[in-house]
């Protein structure tokens, strides 16, 4: 399983854009990169899903280069509400249900 | 529709007791997984279930921690005997390969255990 890094904390400010790097130097041909958001005491939710390239929702964009070897969540105009902890995981897609391993998150602290 | 329903919410016990966890998956989702989230840390993967058979539970702590899913709906986790290191939060998960192109994983509120 390819390993992630990402920043272990960050601040920002309401209507901010955030940008969240992670490194995953190991990552896969079969591997999609994914993103979850987890606030305090509620299990994790999954943001964006992507392959290469760039992939937007209604929620975010994620922006993954050529080699793969890293990818940046992008959330425009955050709020006070995104405060919260962002996960970065490589996963293998597989029709047997993806296994999810978690690392440590970047701890997004939203200030007024 | 319904999310991943866990009870209880809390839980206290001492030492060397016994807890169960219980688990209701999200309707028509085959896949369940048992998460333990340590303070600070993201969840890490106990066991995962495709319908009732185990797929992985390499991570499980047989020695004290089982987990059944009898029926390929709900599921059970238990803990017997308790240590102090097993306080954490217990999440749960369902998806359903098929259903989404990104084969999301649907977390429940978990499960808070703290032992004393």
């Known amino acids: 399983l390819a390993k992630t890094t990402q920043p272990i904390s960050m601040d920002s400010y309401e209507g901010q854009e955030v940008n969240i790097t992670c490194s995953h130097n190991n990552i896969a041909t079969n591997d999609y990169i994914t993103w979850y958001q987890q606030f305090p005491s509620q299990g994790p939710r999954f943001i964006i899903q992507g392959y290469k390239t760039k992939v937007t929702n209604e929620v975010a964009s994620l922006f993954i280069p050529a080699d793969r070897k890293s990818s940046t969540l992008s959330l425009p105009r955050v709020s006070l509400s995104d405060t919260a902890v962002y996960y970065c995981?490589?996963?293998?897609?597989?029709?047997?249900?993806?296994?999810?391993?978690f690392g440590g998150g970047t701890r997004l602290m939203v200030k007024p | 529709e319904a999310g991943v329903a866990q009870s209880p919410r809390y839980k206290i016990i001492e030492k060397r007791q016994s807890v169960a966890f219980w688990c209701n998956p999200i309707?028509?989702?085959?896949?369940l997984y048992w998460y333990q989230q340590i303070l600070g840390q993201g969840p890490k993967l106990l066991i995962q279930?495709?319908?009732?058979?185990?797929?992985?539970d390499s991570q499980l702590p047989k020695d004290r921690f089982s987990a059944e899913r009898l029926k390929g709906v709900d599921s059970t986790l238990k803990i017997q005997p308790a240590k102090l290191e097993d306080s954490a939060v217990y999440l749960c998960a369902s998806s359903s390969p098929g259903t989404s192109s990104y084969n999301e994983q649907f977390f429940g509120p978990g499960t808070r255990l703290t032992v004393l």
């Open positions: 309707s028509g989702h085959a896949t």
């Open positions: 279930f495709q319908n009732n058979g185990v797929v992985d």
């Open positions: 995981l490589v996963v293998l897609m597989n029709n047997a249900g993806n296994m999810l391993t």
